[in-house]
Nanobody, 122 residues
Framework: QVQLVESGGGLVQPGGSLRLSCAASGRIGSINAMGWYRQAPGKQREFVATITSGGSTNYVDSVKGRFTISRDGAKNTVYLQMNSLNPEDTAIYYC????????????????WGQGTQVTVSS
C-alpha cells in the first residue's frame, strides 16, 4: 500500500512561483515513476509532468521551460517547481505514483494523492 500527500499549493500572482511536494509512504519500493496532473474547473484531468526511477522526465507542452519535476535521492518525494505561473495554470494538482507502464495507459492505474489547490490570480 502506498499513500501520497501533496503540499505546497496556494495563491500566487501571475509571474510568480510555487514548489509542490508529494511525499510517498508505505511500500515505496514498488514505485518506479511519479508524476503530476492537474484539473481545472470544468475540465478533464490532464497530464503535467512525470519522472521515472531512472530520472527520465516528460512534460506537457504548455509547461515546458517553466515547470521542473524532480525527486529526492530516496525516491520517496517528488517535487514540481513551477515558475512564470499564469492564470491558465490554476487547477488542483494531483500527485501520481506507480510502475512506469501505468503512465502510458490512462488514469486508472497507480496511486493518486488527494490534490493541492494552485490559484494564480492578480
Amino acid at each position: 500500500q502506498v499513500q501520497l500527500v501533496e503540499s505546497g499549493g496556494g495563491l500566487v500572482q501571475p509571474g510568480g512561483s510555487l514548489r509542490l511536494s508529494c511525499a510517498a509512504s508505505g511500500r515505496i519500493g514498488s514505485i518506479n515513476a511519479m508524476g503530476w496532473y492537474r484539473q481545472a474547473p470544468g475540465k478533464q484531468r490532464e497530464f503535467v509532468a512525470t519522472i521515472t526511477s531512472g530520472g527520465s522526465t516528460n512534460y506537457v507542452d504548455s509547461v515546458k521551460g517553466r515547470f521542473t519535476i524532480s525527486r529526492d535521492g530516496a525516491k520517496n518525494t517528488v517535487y514540481l517547481q513551477m515558475n512564470s505561473l499564469n492564470p491558465e495554470d490554476t487547477a488542483i494538482y494531483y500527485c501520481r505514483a506507480g510502475a512506469d507502464w501505468m503512465f502510458t495507459r490512462g488514469l486508472s492505474y497507480g496511486v493518486w494523492g488527494q490534490g493541492t489547490q494552485v490559484t494564480v490570480s492578480s
